[in-house]
């Protein structure tokens, strides 16, 4: 596959993102593997991925001292999502909750600062928490994670709602749940959807037909179950991966493009949803 440059999404507020970002779910919980998790991070910006998502639960905070550590010279570079816990989600524990962020991440703001779950916390408080943290330079944009349709329309009706930039979800080939309501709103609505664990955590890498489709491009099944993703409108995604090799391989598949029999075969294997059905959390 000949190398492409990355794609883009676009914001609501315009600003052009990467489609393929890097995740870091499961980083920094091993000592014996943060020398290869730090290349990996940097191997990544190197290849354009410089979309990187994180959030304050990874590890502990972990993830987000990780990243300091592998990119703290780099920040120009990347594009920085964390999130807020559900636990952390009224207007001070929002606002504590980014100053230990940015604390561990080394930096002054944070790119997209995410809800990660609805929580017990009244909405309204942390939509005027995100507002005060723009306000105050510490976060760029904000968003929400893991909102279902009902948590979507409620957003929209709250005042200020209407500036969320994305919702991250778990989109992949086996979890297409959300095609039948969700995405039609975000999409509607001008808000992309923001894939995680694009590859199922790895589980579904050994379905013979991801493997039967990849051999016809002399890919790899992750690459054809990134694919399949990035070519979805108004959708990126971000995947971990813990090797500068793994990383290579991820990028490539930005150069992967799925024929209309590709994608027959794959919808046949993995059906789109034939109602709604709620969102399906990891």
């Known amino acids: 596959m000949a ?3 990355v794609p883009t999404v676009t914001l609501p507020s315009g600003e ?3 489609a393929l970002g890097q995740g870091t ?7 014996r593997r943060r020398d290869d998790e730090i290349a990996a991070l940097r191997a990544g910006v190197d290849a354009g991925l410089t979309l990187i998502d994180t959030a304050e639960v990874y590890a502990d905070g972990g993830a987000e001292e990780l990243i300091r550590e592998a990119l703290g010279d780099r920040r120009e570079e990347i594009f920085l999502v964390s999130k807020v816990s ?9 606002a504590d909750a980014c100053a230990r962020s940015l604390e561990r991440l080394g930096t002054d703001r944070i790119d997209l600062y995410l809800l990660h779950q609805r929580g017990d916390a009244p909405l309204p408080e942390t939509v005027e928490a995100f507002t005060s943290l723009i306000t105050q330079g510490l976060i760029r944009h904000w968003g929400v994670s893991n909102f279902d349709v009902p948590e979507v329309v409620e957003l929209a009706a709250i005042p200020g709602g209407t500036a969320v930039e994305t919702d991250q979800i778990p989109y992949n080939l086996t979890r297409r749940g959300a095609e039948w309501d969700l995405l039609p709103r975000c999409r509607a609505a001008g808000l992309p959807v923001m894939a995680y664990s694009p590859l199922e955590r790895g589980r579904m890498l050994g379905h013979p037909v991801l493997a039967r489709v990849a051999r016809r491009h002399d ?9 399949w993703l990035l070519g979805q409108d108004g959708v990126c995604t971000v995947t971990k ?4 090799e793994h990383v290579r391989e991820n990028r490539a598949a930005a150069a992967l493009t799925l024929t209309e029999e590709d994608l027959a075969e794959l919808d046949r294997a993995f059906p789109a949803p034939d109602g709604p059905r709620p969102l399906e959390l990891l």
């Open 25 to 31: 779910w499961g980083m920094a919980e091993d000592p």
């Open 16 to 18: 052009e993102i990467p």
């Open 86 to 94: 559900s636990q952390h989600a009224g207007v001070t524990g929002t």
């Open 241 to 244: 991966a813990s090797s500068p």
């Open 3 to 5: 190398e492409r440059g």
């Open 219 to 227: 890919a790899t099944p992750g690459q054809v179950g990134l694919a």
